[in-house]
């Protein structure tokens, strides 16, 4: 059993099409994940068991930005095909001095942009919404997803949940 205090976001930062964004990220919401199950029951059942049915719900990640930014802007224009990579890094710190990399990366678009309400004296924040087509997160140098949407792979823990699928379809 482990015991321990929680590791803590100590900093973190945000790319977009590799150029870096520092000082004007003040929050990040990264996409959550759904396995897509079919609620099953039949004759001698108990209850109802859920059935993986083998694909992933895809949401979009949040980032908020401290201002309007062009370079962001411009980007609400891609289209499919036209992904571009957005990258957040971050720093967990625990006890003690070591301090462990976190990673998401995905490929993707911005699909929504909200300028919010412009008020003189006071931050114009920019929320935008970004989906995505491909996904790689990474803990301390290990891989712990890596997800490409479009080309059918899907690598949860090191483990290929779509090798057998793919190896089915000549894939």
């Given amino acids: ?43 001698g059942m108990v209850g109802a068991i859920k059935i993986d049915m083998g694909a992933i719900e895809t949401d979009d990640l949040e980032v ?27 720093a967990y710190k625990g006890a003690g001095s070591q301090v462990d990399k976190f990673k998401v990366q995905v490929y993707g678009r911005v699909i929504g942009l909200e300028l919010g309400e412009l008020e003189r004296k006071k931050l114009s924040e920019t929320s935008c919404k970004i989906t995505w087509t491909k996904l790689k997160m990474e803990y301390a140098g290990e891989v712990l997803m890596d997800i ?24």
């Fill in 148 to 171: 490409d949407l479009i080309s059918g792979k899907e690598e949860v823990g090191g483990v290929d949940r779509r090798a057998g699928i793919n190896a089915a379809l000549g894939l």
């Fill in 1 to 43: 059993m482990e015991r321990r205090a929680p590791k803590t976001l100590v900093d973190y930062a945000w790319y977009q099409d590799g150029n870096g964004m520092i000082g004007l990220v003040p929050k990040v919401k990264l996409p959550p994940f759904t396995r897509i199950v079919e609620e099953y029951i039949a004759g």
């Fill in 64 to 90: 908020t930005l401290a201002e309007p930014n062009p370079s962001t802007i411009k980007m609400f224009g891609l289209t499919n095909g036209d992904e571009k990579p957005f990258t957040f890094r971050a």
